[in-house]
């Protein structure tokens, strides 16, 4: 009995043991990203009524699903005219996706909608997803700043809703990319969703929400030059962008340098006041993220930032992942080549439950193709720790 009981002890003890051999921690010293699956979720011309599918955004849920967007370009690849904004959903880690569902459709608009910064509120369980119509003022005025927003993890979607009201009207584009629900002090719990202006009026702009997506006001803005002036080749003029909340509470932005002003390569721009300004002294050009002027993505996950591009400076070719332990001051010298050929636009996510499946894997979304990068839109898996 007694022999039986110290058995059933032993045993007890070496399965508790070994569940916590299989709890490693991953230390941000050993990622080696491995490309661990690809899919194609959006094939330009295959489908009926879209001619081409561009503008990637991809996002977690609050439920732990991941929710794909791009704009169904109806009748030409140009940024202009009518489009669906399509979506597809994943409540597998990406390993089967639903149907795409179009939900928003422009009609026949000769500029029509522009996606888009795709932001969760984890604190009210919603997504809501900001985009633009009439951006170029092409046969239209004014552009309006408009939101959609799912409570239900992305299955239904309110109706469109016109933030310019609130906002006033001016030429925002969002993102493309995510936006942020600020996770750290200063404004925890802020919406924070950012993006550029157009023409001459160009620079990044953030917008805010302090009421989960109800009012939205103006925050801060970092203006071309020469600004509401026609640009010249090589003139500032920051453009798309991704921000990113660090530890610390700031938010990097990291942006499109629209006219290879200083370099051919990514600006980077530092709020430390919740998106309320982007002071000049915390900008910096960084000269290892080689970049065509293209919109990038970019992700922080458990103090590692990432970030992703066509990392070449002449054309979109080469998409490329980094990763850097020190918030983007260096990149690891161990750059991961996602694809080799004609590559456009990427955005990253990743899931957070805090389980260790979810702790392995980043989630990229990219334009792809093999003669031009508008062909098709990819969903990449990578397994942070698989190339070891
Ligand atoms: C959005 O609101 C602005 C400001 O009130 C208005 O000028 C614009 O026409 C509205 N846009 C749409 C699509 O209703
Ligand atoms: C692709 O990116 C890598 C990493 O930055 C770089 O070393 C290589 O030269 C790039 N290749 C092309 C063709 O752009």
Request: glycine share 10%.
């Amino acid at each position: 009995m007694e022999t039986r009981n110290r058995l059933a002890a032993l045993s007890l003890l070496l399965s508790a043991v070994s569940s916590v051999c299989v709890c490693v921690t991953f230390s941000p010293e050993e990622i080696d990203p491995l490309l661990y699956e690809e899919q194609l979720l959006w094939v330009s011309g295959a489908q009926g009524q879209v001619s081409t599918y561009r503008i990637p955004l991809l996002t977690f849920t609050p439920k732990g699903s991941l929710l794909a967007f791009s704009e169904g370009r109806k009748s030409a690849a140009a940024d202009i005219g009518a489009k669906f904004l399509a979506m597809r959903r994943s409540t597998d880690k990406g390993a089967t996706w639903s149907p795409t569902s179009f939900i928003v459709d422009d009609g026949s608009k000769p500029d029509g909608l522009n996606l888009g910064s795709v932001v969760v509120d984890e604190e009210a369980g919603s997504v809501i997803l900001v985009y633009s119509i009439c951006f170029h003022l092409y046969h239209c005025k004014p552009s309006s700043t408009m939101m959609v927003e799912s409570t239900d993890d992305g299955l239904s979607w309110s109706p469109p809703r016109n933030l310019s009201v609130q906002l006033g009207v001016k030429n925002f584009a969002p993102g493309p990319g995510f936006g942020i629900q600020k996770r750290y002090e200063p404004a925890k719990g802020r919406l924070v969703v950012c993006g550029h202006g157009t023409i001459a009026g160009n620079g990044v702009f953030c917008i805010l929400s302090d009421d989960h997506g109800k009012n939205w006001y103006n925050g801060a803005a970092l203006k071309s030059i020469p600004y509401n002036q026609k640009k010249k080749a090589q003139d500032f003029d920051p453009d798309e962008c991704q921000p990113v909340e660090l530890t610390d509470g700031s938010i990097v932005i990291n942006v499109r340098n629209q006219n290879n002003y200083h370099c051919r390569c990514r600006v980077i721009v530092r709020s430390r006041d919740g998106g309320l300004s982007l002071p000049i002294d915390d900008l910096f050009f960084d000269y290892e993220l080689v970049d065509p002027a293209v919109a990038a993505g970019a992700l922080q996950k458990d103090g590692v930032l990432y970030f992703t591009n066509p990392a070449n400076e002449q054309h979109r070719v080469n998409l490329t992942l980094r990763w850097s332990l020190t918030n983007g001051g260096s990149w690891v010298n161990k750059a991961v080549q996602i694809w080799a050929g004609p590559s456009g636009y990427s955005s990253i996510t990743s899931l957070d439950s805090g389980s260790i499946e979810d702790r392995k894997y980043i989630f990229v979304i990219y334009e792809k193709g093999h003669k031009d990068y508008d062909e098709t839109i990819s969903f990449a898996k990578i397994h942070l720790y698989g190339g070891r």
